[in-house]
């Protein structure tokens, strides 16, 4: 059974930086395909990154919100995928979640789809 864990999220100034961290195990498929995606209060949820799994040269796709300021990136060791958040903006406050497939990601879409596999969220505030 996939497990998908989440850790990294807190508390943080705007302009300050977290990394979250998403550790995969058990799935019976080499190097997942990861993508993450976030939820603030009374808002749907929002793709925000993503990067293809181990045999698929790494590519990575941002949501027009954070390019420039967060990067995905995937230590296959590890069997863990991280986002590094930078500039960090008080409207970047939400509940993160990683996600393993199925799910849309193109340079254009990152979205769930109705068998898409949930890590648990973890919060990030950035105070203002």
């Known amino acids: 059974q996939l497990q998908l864990v989440v850790s990294g999220g807190g508390l943080v100034q705007p302009g300050g930086s977290l990394r979250l961290s998403c550790a995969a195990s058990?799935?019976?498929?080499?190097?997942?395909?990861i993508a993450w995606f976030r939820q603030a209060p009374g808002k749907e949820r929002e793709g925000v990154s993503c990067?293809?799994?181990?045999?698929?040269?790494?590519?990575?796709n941002y949501a027009d919100s954070v390019k420039g300021r967060f990067t995905i990136s995937r230590d296959n060791a590890k069997n863990t995928v991280y986002l590094q958040m930078n500039s960090l903006k008080p409207e970047d406050t939400a509940v993160y979640y990683c996600?393993?497939?199925?799910?849309?990601?193109?340079?254009?879409?990152?979205?769930?789809?109705?068998?898409?596999?949930w890590g648990q969220g973890t919060q990030v505030t950035v105070s203002s």
């Open positions: 996600a393993a497939p199925p799910f849309v990601c193109t340079p254009s879409t990152i979205q769930g789809l109705g068998m898409t596999n």
């Open positions: 058990g799935a019976t498929s080499d190097y997942l395909a």
């Open positions: 990067i293809a799994g181990g045999g698929s040269g790494g590519s990575t």
